[in-house]
């Protein structure tokens, strides 16, 4: 197992486990959501080929429209 953040929280992943992966588990509901690792926006086309390693940190934004 490696470790990972997800929003700030410790997780245990697999070796070899994608975002696409990962959201799924702990974020089913990413309807209009950004996701950033390490800082970076990764666009929704890479998550399924995006490939976790140990000490990434995968941060979740949802959108919100506002006026």
């Known amino acids: 197992m490696i470790e990972v ?3 700030g929280q410790a ?3 697999a070796p070899g486990t994608s ?3 990962l959201l ?3 974020h089913p509901q990413l309807q ?3 996701v950033a690792v390490n800082g970076a926006i990764v666009p929704r086309s890479e998550w399924p080929h995006y490939e976790l ?3 990434m940190a ?3 934004f949802s959108l919100v429209a506002g006026g």
Do not use: C, K, P, R
Request: charged share 10%; net charge negative.
């Open 5 to 7: 953040s997800l929003n």
């Open 58 to 60: 995968v941060d979740v």
């Open 53 to 55: 390693t140990a000490g």
């Open 19 to 21: 975002l696409e992966q």
């Open 32 to 34: 209009g959501a950004a």
């Open 11 to 13: 997780l245990s992943v």
């Open 24 to 26: 799924q588990q702990h």
